[in-house]
């Protein structure tokens, strides 16, 4: 197990490694480069190019530059933002909260209605089972920016429940302002995961092994946990993971509609402003946060299913 | 004394398609307490199905008439609590494939102990103990580091074994062992029916075995009872299933098995095709492949007659025995 963990952990470090080298040397390559976004068609003095240089780490080989700005990044220094001349940990910092919280409230979101909703559909009665299916099919039909704009209509703007814009301040008020955005951007996903749920459930119904336990006299609530969720799970942690890992791009477009400003929106704006060291910054934590979490969805999967441990440690 | 478990005019009907499907019918038999009835049949004839639907374990959507009484208990009639306090504690099952069988994400010991503690309330510790004393019953060597494996990593032989082991852990008075070693290789499979065999004879447990093996049918058990279609056609001693089956698809059964003794060019076939119990029709069902079949065997369905030690579902069953060696019975009508 330990092993294993090493293992996993090894890769992830190398994956965000190679992540970060293509993200710093996207930039670095991109036309409309530095130098021509901070001084345009001016000419300037040796010495003051000389200062900038340093500031941003050019006009050295590209694996020392990549380095210097790696080794910052991590110290939690990703320089300062071109356009506004302020350090971009700043705009990071200012920025994360109001995505983690979406974040966080959509994955629960999903976990908890994707996975509840898909228990009940596979264990329910005919007329639940088909109210359920006809809700994931809305659910999955409908992209996010639609179920956005659908959301601010109904209960923004006609109901008024929830604010139409911004992101609020402290916890009661971010869960409120961020309420639609995280249905917005929970929506399909929760959909997707209700059916998954749905099928895994009833393909483990179907199950010698639950034939077993109902032959053994286990109570139905044990036989269902024990013998037919818990086998359920495989699927459904891998279809969460992979879902929770899409929320981190999917924040972009929910951001943009509902004007919250996170880490999607500084990175939309920050393109147009050409402001290279934010873009990179903020490329590099949603990166980051994208392979940490496929990272602990792989260790999840492992623990749950005795038969993959085995394989990592013949491997 | 009263039978253990008697089963009355059992008939199941399944959904298949979009109509429900005959798969039973009308079976009856009795089996007294520590007996063994052994069940054969060709595929699809209905033994499982006979099996389940002793314990009310019928595919969703199963409808079923008759009677099943184990122990004087109306199964039909029991209720939810009843029925699980039956699975529990008095008829436990064993079936074909352990892997499958057995649920491949707990450890063994969590799969012979969870009965115990989840519904027993036993202790775990002394649940932990039962576990390890029947394992080496049933022949697992160095059972503590077997109970903290998982399934994948033992045998077939021997997850089938852990199966023997759980239904010995539960004590029940009846075994329902669905053809317990047709998932096995040869030799592992005479270790497993003489593990089964012995430890059951200790506990002076009653089991229904089913197989598609004649021989390895009457080896083990005290009656033999005969599927076809869904139909209960022949039940006799064990003894006299190798000697002189009086049913002609029993006749036929014991034809087609192939002889080690004797050096065969090809094992003779039945001819014709084995019926599925929802086409036959108003005659008897084995009528179409049977050679000794007359005119009325097409026409009229036979009812079982009790003959001797028997009970014979064909028209020429007095017929058929008084051509054999035994004196001929009064032949009556079983019901
Ligand atoms: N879940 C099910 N749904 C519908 N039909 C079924 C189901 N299970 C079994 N049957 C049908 O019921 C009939 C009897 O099946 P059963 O499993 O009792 O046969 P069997 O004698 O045990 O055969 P085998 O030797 O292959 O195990 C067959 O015709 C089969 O196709
Ligand atoms: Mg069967």
Request: hydrophobic share 50%; charged share 20%; glycine share 8%.
């Amino acid at each position: 197990m330990t092993r294993y963990l090493g293992r996993q952990l090894a890769s992830m470090i190398v994956l965000l490694l190679l992540s970060s080298i293509v993200i710093y040397g996207s930039m670095y390559l991109a036309p409309g480069s530095a130098d021509a976004v901070l001084f345009g068609n001016h000419t300037v003095l040796p010495a003051v190019r000389k200062a900038v240089d340093a500031q941003y780490h050019l006009g050295r080989p590209f694996f020392v530059q990549y380095w210097d700005w790696l080794t910052a990044a991590l110290h939690g220094n990703f320089g300062l933002s071109i356009a506004l001349r302020t350090p971009v940990s700043q705009r990071l910092s200012a920025a994360a909260p109001t995505t983690i919280f979406l974040v966080v409230y959509a994955s629960i979101l999903i976990t908890v209605a994707g996975i509840g909703l898909g228990v009940l559909s596979a264990l329910g009665g005919r007329k639940l089972d088909g109210a359920i299916m006809a809700l994931t099919n809305v659910g999955t039909s409908v992209p996010t920016f639609v179920a956005a704009i659908i959301l601010i209509e109904v209960f923004a703007l006609d109901l008024h429940w929830f604010p139409v814009l911004g992101a609020g301040s402290g916890f009661f008020g971010r869960l409120q302002h961020l309420t639609l955005p995280a249905f917005a951007l929970a929506a399909w996903a929760v959909a997707y995961l209700t059916r998954v749920t749905r099928t895994s459930m009833r393909d483990e119904l179907r199950g010698e092994h639950v034939a077993t336990a109902r032959a053994r006299g286990l109570s139905e609530s044990v036989v269902i946990r024990r013998h037919v969720f818990r086998n359920a799970l495989l699927p459904i942690v891998t279809v969460s993971g992979l879902q929770v890992a899409g929320l981190i791009a999917g924040t972009i477009i929910v951001e943009q509609a509902f004007g919250l400003n996170g880490l999607g929106q500084l990175l939309l704006s920050a393109v147009e402003q050409k402001d290279f060291a934010t873009v990179q910054a903020v490329s590099l934590v949603l990166v980051a946060a994208f392979v940490i979490v496929n990272t602990l969805v792989d260790i999840a999967y492992t623990m749950l299913d005795p038969r993959i441990r085995l394989g990592a440690r013949e491997a | 004394m009263s039978a253990l478990l008697e089963v009355d005019q059992l008939a199941v009907q399944l959904p298949i398609g979009q109509r429900l499907r005959p798969v039973l019918h009308d079976v009856s038999f009795t089996l007294a307490r520590g007996e063994v009835l052994a069940v054969v049949g060709e595929s699809g004839s209905g033994k499982s199905m006979t099996a389940r639907a002793i314990v009310r374990l019928l595919p969703p959507g199963a409808a079923s008439s008759g009677r099943v009484t184990f122990d004087g208990t109306d199964v039909g009639s029991a209720t939810r609590a009843q029925l699980r306090e039956l699975r529990a504690r008095r008829v436990g099952m064993i079936f074909q494939d352990p892997r499958a069988a057995i649920n491949p994400i707990h450890r063994i010991g969590d799969f012979l102990t969870e009965a115990l503690v989840r519904d027993r309330r036993m202790r775990k510790a002394e649940a932990h103990e039962r576990a390890v004393a029947v394992l080496g019953e049933v022949g697992i060597d160095d059972p503590g580091r077997r109970l903290r494996q998982h399934p994948h990593e033992l045998s077939g032989g021997m997850l089938q074994r852990v199966m023997i082991a759980s239904v010995l852990l539960a004590e029940p008075d009846l075994i329902l062992a669905d053809e317990p070693t047709t998932a096995l290789d040869v030799t592992t499979q005479a270790e497993v029916v003489a593990v089964l065999g012995d430890l059951r004879r200790e506990r002076a447990m009653a089991m229904v075995f089913i197989t598609h093996d004649l021989e390895l049918a009457a080896a083990i058990s005290d009656r033999v009872a005969v599927m076809y279609a869904g139909y209960l056609v022949e039940t006799l001693p064990a003894a006299q299933a190798l000697e002189r089956p009086i049913h002609p698809y029993t006749e036929a059964l014991l034809r087609s098995r192939p002889e080690l003794s004797r050096r065969m060019a090809a094992i003779p076939q039945i001819p014709g095709r084995p019926l599925a119990a929802h086409e036959a029709t108003g005659g008897c069902p084995f009528q179409p492949r049977c050679s000794y079949a007359i005119e009325r065997c097409a026409a009229e369905r036979p009812e079982p007659v009790r003959l001797g030690g028997e009970s014979v579902m064909c028209h020429r069953a007095q017929e058929r025995r008084a051509a054999g060696s035994a004196p001929v019975g009064e032949g009556t009508l079983v019901r």
